[in-house]
């Protein structure tokens, strides 16, 4: 379905400065990785599966139709890369992932009977309990 090595040529990776505590070592040392994968200028991807990333992508995708990930779970630069790339193509497959069409069921007469039936019972048995007119 994707040719994930030729897909994964098209990602352009930068390494920035990963923020929070850490100390100097976050002052001095990139290992937060940044991820850019351009949708609409894809070679790999056809012009189907582009519309259905957009789709499904949108609120996600920039202006321009760039899905952008970042990634700075850990120290190490080659880690987040490992794990930025791996949630590129878990997105990117669940956004081409088709969705079955849902074929609405007719429910059996005796089902809907069986109901009604049970509505009378309870209806019944609450008419009862009531305290009885003196008309």
Not at 21 to 37: D, L, P, R, Y
Not at 45 to 66: F, G, M, P, Y
Request: glycine letters at 4%; a positive charge.
């Amino acid at each position: 379905m994707l040719d994930k090595v030729a897909l994964e040529k098209e990602f352009k990776l930068k390494a920035i400065k990963s923020s929070g505590s850490g100390g100097q070592h976050v002052n001095k040392v990139a290992t937060k990785i940044e991820i850019t994968f351009s949708v609409a200028e894809s070679l790999v991807l056809t012009e189907d599966q582009k519309t259905r990333i957009q789709t499904k992508l949108l609120s996600r995708l920039t202006k321009d139709h760039v899905l952008i990930l970042q990634c700075g779970e850990s120290r190490s630069q080659l880690k987040n890369k490992g794990i930025a790339i791996k949630r590129m193509f878990t997105i990117l497959v669940a956004a081409l992932k088709v969705d079955a069409i849902r074929k609405p069921t007719k429910i059996p007469r005796a089902i809907i009977r069986k109901r009604l039936k049970n509505k009378k019972f309870n209806a019944d048995r609450k008419v009862n309990r009531r305290k009885p007119s003196l008309d």
